[in-house]
């Protein structure tokens, strides 16, 4: 077959689905020795892998992305499809054509309805946005792909499809996030340049509603009261409703703010940090937490959602809004070294059940389902 995939994410600075894509090019030629893969973008990429690939760039983006990208995909797009006699069309952006191309079969990533689910965890625009072409391209598509069960579940309960049109496809934090053996000198010197004490309780995502910032922030006092030689890093971009909580960041001489950091940082920072810390709302998958125990640092998360199944016995779970049990388990975690080691030990373990190769194996035999 030749499978078009929507590859516009790789032009822009990569993120928690930017991850999954990237991931999944990296190792289709590996995996997939019968299908010819197009990569359908603005303009041209530098994405190559030794030109398995072959990369159509269309037409640059004009204006405010929010109106062109329906456009493009709706009106640009499907005269490319036909142009390369594309036999299936992958989009692992949650949108794809709304009118059918006769002779092309459409998959996409629905990863989760959180806009369905909580009218504050996304501004009105959006929220309208995904919920028109959401709906939309669920009618169109052949095949939905999710990253949890439980967000097939949300999808199967808001949502009139049938059961069988959603797979569940896992995710996997990339091979580069695991124990690092960084030298004291190192380590030092990113605590001197970060202003971070021995002990640090770490957060990585966005600063937004969602991700229950204000309640990090309460556990954080809590901690405080007890030993004020903890440090908090939350470090991300500002989401929505990101401002005020950021105003509520700066309050604190325990919490430090770091507005996103690479991954070579990152991977730096999972093995210096003593605890990691995410009592989200509400997660489709999750990655933070996983490149967290992949890395062997203990994680602590709320038992909500799909971070039941993601984390599971590989971490602590507690209900998003138990403050106490959070500050209790992360002044365990610091005091106590030999729960620390079995708390790393087993969020090590349970990581492994998230293999890229899985990952990409099962995309292509669900791509090939459709054959």
Partial sequence: MNIGIDARLLERKITGIGRILTMLLKELPKIDKKNKYFLFSYEKLTFDENGFFTNISTVKSIGSQKFFAPFWINFILPKYLKKNKIDLFFSINQII???RIKGIKYVFSLNDVIYKVNNSFHPFIYRKYLQ????????SSDLILTISEYSKQDILKYYKVDENKVKVVYPAADNEFCPLNLPENEKNEIRKTLGL???????????????????????ADEINTYNKNIKFLLAGKIGYGGDKLLAEIMKRENVIYLNGVDDQLLKKLYNIASVFLFPSFYEGFGFPPLEAMQSGLPVLVANNTSLIEIVGSGGILHDSNDYHAFTEDILKLIEDKEFSMEMRTRGIEKAKEFSI????????DAFNSLE
């Fill in 357 to 364: 190769q899985n990952n990409v194996k099962e995309f292509v």
């Fill in 197 to 219: 004490p021995e002990h640090v309780v770490l957060y990585l995502g966005m600063i937004e509603n969602r991700k229950n910032i204000l309640g990090i922030l309460r556990i």
């Fill in 132 to 139: 028109v072409f959401t709906y939309f391209s669920i009618k």
């Fill in 97 to 99: 054509p709304l009118i």
